[in-house]
């Protein structure tokens, strides 16, 4: 079984914020692969499904963003689950927006979901770290985090929420590499050539020929008598 954690505030007057994009992804994925009704259990909303035969949980906290770990332990001990099990969508400063990166274990850098995480299970969880990009000065992070997504970034983050509708089972699975694959394919896609090269174009840098321009022949008719016979 597994445990997908995201992290975020609750209430609509956060909904849009770049620290809700870890609800953002569990509902992206509850609406792909049809997870059940969300209902509230362990301080969160919580909704059940199947990825390719695995069961897996979505929890998103309702705590606020500081208290994230309450919930995720009270699931944990129900389901008496390892935080070997427990996948955290969180967004990352330190990632270019539209990026996304795996990884297991680590520091929090700061995050305030992440502490409250660390507090409670330890730092041996999964994570999946959601590009928001960098406001450029640490005095202006919080306000940053907790604005909405311009409109000119709804297209990189409809193309994450895509791609890692795509890429969800293979999570589940365990499979991180197809899983950022799978994210990548949708947030950037491999370009297509719509014209095939000639086979007999000739080379950029080839010089081209030049034609021999004939010399005079200079030779008396005598001289030109003899080479014939030579």
């Not at 509850?30 to 199947?50: I, R, T, V, Y």
Request: proline fraction near 7%; include cysteine.
């Amino acid at each position: 079984m597994n445990l997908f954690v995201g992290l975020g505030n609750p209430g609509g007057k956060y909904a849009g914020n770049r620290h809700n994009i870890g609800f953002m992804a569990l509902d992206a994925i509850a609406s792909d692969h049809g997870f059940g009704p969300w209902k509230s259990k362990f301080q969160a909303e919580l909704s059940e499904g199947m990825l390719r035969g695995e069961k897996v949980l979505l929890l998103k906290p309702q705590t606020f963003m500081n208290l994230s770990g309450q919930s995720v332990g009270e699931a944990m001990r129900f389901y008496k689950l390892t935080p070997g099990d427990v996948t955290v969508f969180h967004d990352e400063l330190d990632l270019a927006p539209g990026k996304l990166r795996c990884k297991t274990g680590g520091g929090h850098a700061g995050h305030n979901g992440l502490r409250s995480i660390h507090q409670h299970i330890g730092p041996d969880y999964h994570r999946v770290r959601l590009g928001i990009g960098h406001p450029g000065h640490k005095d202006k992070v919080a306000p940053y985090v907790l604005s909405d997504f311009a409109k000119a970034e709804q297209g990189w983050l409809d193309d994450m929420m895509r791609g890692i509708g795509d890429g969800a089972a293979d999570l589940a699975a365990g499979d991180t590499g197809k899983f950022m694959n799978a994210v990548a394919l949708r947030t950037a896609p491999p370009r297509s050539s719509t014209t095939k090269p000639k086979a007999e174009a000739k080379s950029a840098t080839a010089p081209e020929a030049v034609p021999e321009t004939p010399t005079e022949d200079t030779r008396s008719p005598l001289q030109r008598l003899a080479d014939k016979f030579r």
